[in-house]
């Protein structure tokens, strides 16, 4: 939402401040918008592929949301975690085969809802657990292909806010073609009388203000938010991560969900005792 909000202040603080001293009616240029907006489009087609434009629409609903990943959800994860490496501990691997295998049916994941709205969390969890059961790779070798996959995940995330990022890069130079074209007309047009040439070279000039206003205003802080969510979302792989991999090195589950913890960005990590808290609370 925060979004929405700095859209209503770029607006207020471009064409509010214009139209204490100008007509708004001078901004409408509306060729001038189609125009702007077919380059934008036909940029955007022509520069990407199928995978690239899925990428970006599914990408987009998110930056009018708030961001799902919270102290809350990483409590919910890291209480996850403990519950489980606890019962292996106290069971053995072969007791969460049959939760790892069906997640959604499982009494444990059932617990915590949160995560479990995460279906690619909970798929790379499992999936190393799954691994874990199996018992056929040792810690250094799962480390790697955790690190390939989060490799993986951090560019295919990334892919969508640097599809936008560049269709705001090129809107500037798109409102300067558009531009250049009203000065053409303008050329043409010498044996008017000033004040309509007045009108047409304002009209021309519409095109840079709107190429330059759609840029900075309002592309670019969309690119940034879904930079921004791309990030975040590539920290929970990273504590499920080392979380994984300290119960494999023989840690504790209580000191295995601490690795976790510390991995978290700091306005997100629960304090030591939050979580210890968090965790004897659930047990009851």
């Known amino acids: ?80 975690m403990y519950e489980l490496l606890a019962k292996v501990r106290k069971e053995g691997l072969m007791s969460i085969e049959s939760d790892v295998e069906n997640p959604e049916s499982s009494p444990v994941f059932s617990k915590y809802p949160s995560v479990m709205a995460d279906h690619h969390a909970i798929e790379f969890m499992t999936d190393y657990l799954r691994l874990m059961v199996g018992g056929n790779l040792n810690a250094f070798e799962i480390e790697g292909l955790m690190d390939a996959e989060i490799e993986t995940h951090h560019q295919e995330a990334h892919l969508g806010p640097h599809v936008v990022a560049k269709v705001g890069d090129a809107l500037p130079a798109f409102g300067i073609v558009v531009a250049v074209m009203g000065v053409v007309n303008v050329m043409g047009s010498v044996g008017q009388p000033p004040a309509v040439l007045g009108k047409m070279i304002g009209g021309a000039l519409v095109g840079t203000f709107l190429g330059i206003l759609l840029s900075y205003g309002f592309v670019q802080p969309i690119a940034g938010q879904l930079e921004q969510r791309a990030d975040e979302s590539g920290r929970i792989y990273q504590c499920i991560k080392v979380v994984l991999l300290a119960s494999m090195n023989g840690y504790a589950p209580q000191i295995a969900v601490e690795f976790g913890r510390k991995v978290l960005y700091s306005t997100d990590r629960p304090s030591f005792l939050e979580l210890e808290a968090d965790i004897k609370s659930r047990k009851r």
């Open 1 to 80: 939402m925060l979004v929405l909000v700095g859209y209503v202040i770029v607006l207020l603080a471009s064409i509010g401040t214009y139209a204490m001293h100008g007509s708004l009616m001078a901004l409408w240029v509306p060729l001038e918008y189609l125009a702007i907006v077919g380059l934008m489009i036909g940029g955007f087609v022509a520069g990407n592929g199928n995978k690239a434009m899925n990428a970006t629409f599914k990408a987009l609903p998110g930056a009018l949301k708030s961001s799902p990943y919270n102290k809350a959800l990483y409590m919910e994860l890291l209480a996850l």
